[in-house]
């Protein structure tokens, strides 16, 4: 009798139904990204409507609405960034949004890397031409400001870091630069020296000043995607800043004394040098990546013009000089 109730039971019982992650007619999910959605926590057993969000050399980005119109953004590292330490990057996106100048961190997966944050609703993406204004600028200044004023992460990923690291991987790999950028490995070696001979002021910083990595509404700006993040010197911080955005040395003085609160002869000196040593690293990072990774992105097109501006800029100033003064 009890088996007969049993099976009367089931019959009457609602078939739980399959969840449903949706994504517009003309988007791909690629089952890499549908499966870290349905690995997140806050998501189990929710229904999703996603799409793909632009931008990012290094991940997979996409916008993330639950069945109760709540909206989110996920991270998924994209294939051949392994070198890449995400625990850092996720520890940068807490800093960031406990100052107040980052979006909230919902969750992370230490073990892939995959990190759910806030949808920054109503911000727009900052380009190079509009951080090249005066306003933007000076918000970029503050928001750094910030960042560097706050306690350290307690890793380095110093600009010598960085460096070292792409030259050992480009001898791996049995790459060099073109011989028109390679007296820049010489160049570097002396600037070094000279970092460390005069001493190196640590701070924790983003690293990574792609136009995208700012967001803006009115007159809020957020950061974005600490991947590189690490304590650095805060003048390579700014001098990545101002050669991103393609600052001439008139331009970028004003933004200078808003985060100094005057030019000072030493300080200029270092962050022109490290505009160079800058454009350097992202440099080999393209050339690396050319060869290790299989995206539809010119990795070999945008390391050479790094390099290129890199020779352009050091023309255009003093350079002996500057290494002198650092």
Request: with cysteine; net charge negative; glycine share 8%.
């Amino acid at each position: 009798m009890s088996s007969i109730v049993s099976e009367m039971m089931a019959e009457l019982a609602p078939t739980p139904s399959a969840r449903t992650i949706a994504c517009p007619p003309a988007c791909v999910l690629p089952t890499s990204v549908k499966q870290a959605m349905e690995d997140v926590e806050m998501w189990a057993g929710k229904d999703l409507m996603v799409k793909p969000v632009d931008g990012g050399l290094n991940n997979e980005n996409w916008y993330v609405r639950d069945e109760m119109s709540r909206e989110f953004f996920i991270k998924v590292p994209g294939t051949g960034t392994a070198f890449i330490d995400r625990s850092v990057g996720h520890a940068g996106a807490m800093k960031a949004s406990d100052l107040g100048i980052g979006a909230k961190v919902y969750e992370f997966d230490p073990e892939n890397g995959v990190e759910v944050t806030e949808f920054l609703r109503g911000y727009d993406t900052c380009t190079t031409t509009s951080l090249r204004t005066l306003e933007q600028g000076l918000e970029a200044m503050q928001t750094y400001r910030a960042l560097h004023a706050s306690e350290k992460f307690g890793k380095t990923n110093m600009m010598f870091d960085q460096i070292d690291q792409h030259i050992a991987q480009m001898r791996e790999l049995g790459l060099s630069l073109p011989p028109w950028a390679a007296h820049l490995l010489d160049d570097y070696a002396e600037v070094k020296r000279s970092f460390l001979a005069s001493g190196i002021d640590l701070v924790p910083c983003h690293n990574d000043p792609m136009p995208g990595n700012f967001m803006v509404k009115g007159d809020t700006m957020r950061l974005i995607d600490f991947e590189f993040c690490g304590d650095n010197e805060a003048t390579y911080e700014l001098g990545l800043f101002f050669c991103e955005m393609f600052y001439d040395d008139e331009d970028m003085l004003p933004l200078i004394e808003a985060y100094y609160g005057q030019v000072r002869r030493e300080e200029l000196a270092r962050i022109r040098v490290s505009r160079v040593m800058g454009d350097l690293k992202w440099g080999m990072w393209g050339i690396i990546n050319s060869q290790v990774r299989n995206v539809a992105f010119d990795y070999w097109k945008y390391g050479i013009w790094k390099l290129m501006r890199a020779v352009t800029y050091q023309r255009s100033i003093d350079w002996s000089g500057c290494v002198h003064a650092i």
